[in-house]
């Protein structure tokens, strides 16, 4: 009983600086915060144990959970997810209660975002062990934590987002999809785990294909790696533009590009493109359990490292 109303004021705190009561409750960064971002543990202990409320937040609703988790500092963010950090209690339809950790900036963002952002893959951990939601709603000012892991290419915590149910279509009104964000800031890593989890590769953001972005950074590895996926590239944007027009000509990109436009795939691997696309998010999973040979699951599962037919001409 003592320790639901001990969760009670916190989530009544956490409810008070959410909806922005300035009765005391708003501060600029305090000790608190200074602490959990420079990971200093000892100082955030005292604090806590003096009587510091875990959950004050700034102007910006940023709390020193937020900063732990935006600096990758593990203990800090367990310090204060045991003193009751963002505690929200959440009762569903069936009167079941929980308490979950995603209580947002100003502009959004949960702790799992900054973790995401910072590449802590033991603090993204540590939060979803908490309840942390990692599917959060979408504003125009957020981006969810899988966006965030895709921005900054922090290859282990977008698979750690996608295991976890992230969802792979989640679309961002400034970037998309996370695999055009992948695409974009070139982060090869994410764009591979992105599309083994079964994200479509012709997704669309105002007719623009992560195959129109893959060009504009002139990534060779990364045009080869979609269209093994079995990205369009045919496709035309708002403009009317297609991929090997934003190459330049004589470049490694522009020459794959045309290879590609002029060579379709082999039935081979249209084939294993289908019974992927088909499978859809569940492709890794099926494949895994089929009867067939090593050579012919490696394959499907795109664990041979592709190469392009064009090295052989």
């Not at 977008?158 to 792979?168: F, K, N, Y």
């Not at 055009?180 to 007719?207: D, P, Q, T, W």
């Not at 129109?212 to 079995?230: P, R, T």
């Not at 359990?289 to 064009?310: A, F, G, K, M, N």
């Amino acid at each position: 009983m003592v320790a639901l109303q001990q969760s009670n004021m916190e989530v009544t705190a956490a409810r008070r600086s959410f909806l922005c009561d300035i009765e005391g409750f708003w501060a600029d960064h305090t000790a608190l915060h200074m602490a959990a971002s420079q990971g200093r543990v000892l100082q955030l202990k005292q604090l806590i144990e003096g009587g510091a409320s875990v959950n004050m937040v700034t102007v910006d609703n940023i709390t020193p959970l937020h900063e732990a988790c935006l600096r990758g500092h593990l203990t800090c963010a367990r310090l204060l997810l045991e003193a009751g950090a963002q505690l929200v209690l959440t009762i569903t339809l069936n009167d079941s209660i929980s308490f979950k950790v995603d209580v947002r900036t100003i502009h959004g963002s949960t702790p799992l975002c900054h973790a995401c952002s910072s590449g802590s893959l033991e603090c993204a951990e540590l939060l979803l062990e908490h309840g942390a939601n990692v599917n959060p709603s979408l504003t125009a000012l957020t981006a969810s934590p899988l966006h965030e892991a895709c921005i900054h290419g922090n290859v282990e915590v977008a698979r750690l987002m996608i295991a976890s149910g992230a969802q792979l279509e989640a679309y961002d009104v400034h970037f998309g999809p996370p695999l055009h964000i992948a695409c974009a800031k070139g982060h090869v890593g994410c764009v591979r785990e992105l599309l083994i989890a079964g994200a479509n590769v012709n997704s669309v953001k105002f007719h623009e294909t992560a195959l129109h972005h893959a060009a504009q950074i002139d990534s060779v590895d990364m045009i080869e790696l979609l269209i093994e996926f079995g990205a369009n590239v045919q496709a035309s944007d708002n403009v009317d533009r297609k991929p090997v027009d934003y190459t330049t000509p004589e470049t490694p990109s522009h020459s794959c590009l045309l290879y590609y436009q002029s060579h379709p795939l082999s039935l081979q691997q249209l084939c294993r493109i289908t019974v992927r696309k088909t499978l859809g998010t569940r492709a890794s999973e099926a494949i895994g359990q089929l009867t067939v040979s090593r050579r012919l699951h490696s394959y499907l599962q795109y664990c041979d490292h592709p190469i392009s037919p064009r090295s052989n001409t």
